[in-house]
């Protein structure tokens, strides 16, 4: 990795977010990031370069007073929510009765030991799978009762998921990987391609598209997820363990697409068992045995976008040492 005297990563690099130029969430430096959210920023076609604007967040412009609606109303409203597994005559209560409410550009650190019931919150947040008990409102809609068709339809509408091993298609290159979501939403093939294009570059990998994933670093193939979660133009983003399988700096890298994503108005929920991930959220959730046994606000998280800019810098240092060393 080369560092130019002024400190920064030079350009040509492998690195997060400079290829993103003026279209990707990186466009003038995380210090400028915009703070219109990115439905509002969809709508008023400005932001960080067209690309942005250009994410099909809302088909409609909304006024004031529907935004204001937006904003009061949960994203996320689970009340009193239960699910019981049944194998044979075993019953596992894996979640005992949940209740939690997040708000619009909310990001959320789901924390908790193995078996807690962190995965099985999320798969019912996502509208994967449907509560034994309780009710699970999303953006104002009780979602807890509908049928699988209803559920399958406001999933690919409402939800972006990422999960610990990407689950990319090993075939396909990131842009198909990234269009195939909006398959199922019978959008044309030439509209699809240019979303796929526009988000691939929001999350910085404009030069990579053609690549399929044995070709990507694994930060990378985790963009490519990202960006495949984001291309419907989710309200909340549902992230498992997306750095379970990363080193520290490449958790780091996608850490700092996260928070500017939600530096953007995007609502995160994302599950990690590290302390040194959950940091960066702006809430943290801790779950045990099916039950909610702390919910904090973080007062002023950690910023990934610094953290990673040091450790790469440090790690720059200790290489010209080396080098200087071997020199003499
Ligand atoms: N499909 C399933 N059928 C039966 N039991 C399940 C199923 N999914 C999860 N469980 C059980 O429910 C409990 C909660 O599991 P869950 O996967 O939600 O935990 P988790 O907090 O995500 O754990 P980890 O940190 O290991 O991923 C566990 O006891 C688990 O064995
Ligand atoms: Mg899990």
């Not at 947040?125 to 409102?137: A, I, K, M, N, S």
């Not at 842009?175 to 691939?200: D, F, H, K």
């Not at 490449?250 to 940091?279: C, P, R, Y």
Request: glycine letters at 8%; a neutral charge.
């Amino acid at each position: 990795m080369a560092i130019n005297d002024s400190g920064h990563v030079a350009d040509g690099e492998q690195v997060p977010f400079s290829q993103a130029g003026s279209h990707g969430i990186d466009a003038g430096g995380f210090a400028q990031q915009p703070t219109m959210p990115v439905q509002a920023a969809a709508n008023q076609g400005s932001l960080a370069g067209q690309d942005l604007a250009t994410i099909p967040q809302k088909d409609v412009a909304r006024s004031e007073e529907a935004d204001s609606i937006l904003t009061s109303t949960p994203i996320v409203d689970v009340r009193n929510l239960a699910k019981t597994y049944v194998i044979g005559r075993t019953r596992i209560h894996a979640l005992q009765g949940i209740s939690l409410r997040v708000y619009q550009g909310e990001f959320v650190a789901v924390m908790g030991p193995s078996g807690s019931g962190k995965s099985t919150f999320m798969n019912l947040v996502g509208c994967l799978d449907r509560p034994t008990q309780g009710e699970y409102w999303l953006a104002g809609k009780l979602v807890s009762r509908l049928s699988n068709d209803e559920l399958a339809n406001i999933r690919n509408r409402q939800v972006g998921f990422v999960f610990q091993g990407f689950n990319l298609l090993s075939r396909s290159n990131a842009l198909s990987n990234v269009m195939l979501p909006m398959v199922y939403a019978g959008i044309s093939r030439e509209e699809r391609e240019r979303r796929g294009r526009s988000v691939l570059r929001l999350v910085g990998l404009g030069d990579r598209m053609n690549h399929k994933p044995s070709e990507l670093s694994g930060g990378q193939q985790q963009r490519v997820a990202i960006a495949r979660a984001l291309v419907n133009g989710p309200s909340l983003l549902l992230a498992d363990e997306p750095t379970g399988n990363l080193d520290s700096r490449t958790s780091l890298e996608i850490m700092a697409v996260l928070q500017a994503l939600n530096e953007q108005g995007l609502t995160i929920l994302m599950v990690t068992h590290e302390a040194d991930i959950a940091k960066f959220a702006k809430r943290q959730v801790a779950f045990r045995d099916g039950l909610i046994m702390h919910d904090e606000q973080v007062l002023s998280p950690a910023l990934a976008k610094e953290e990673w800019t040091k450790l790469v810098n440090k790690a720059a240092a200790e290489h010209k040492v080396k080098i200087t060393e071997e020199a003499r």
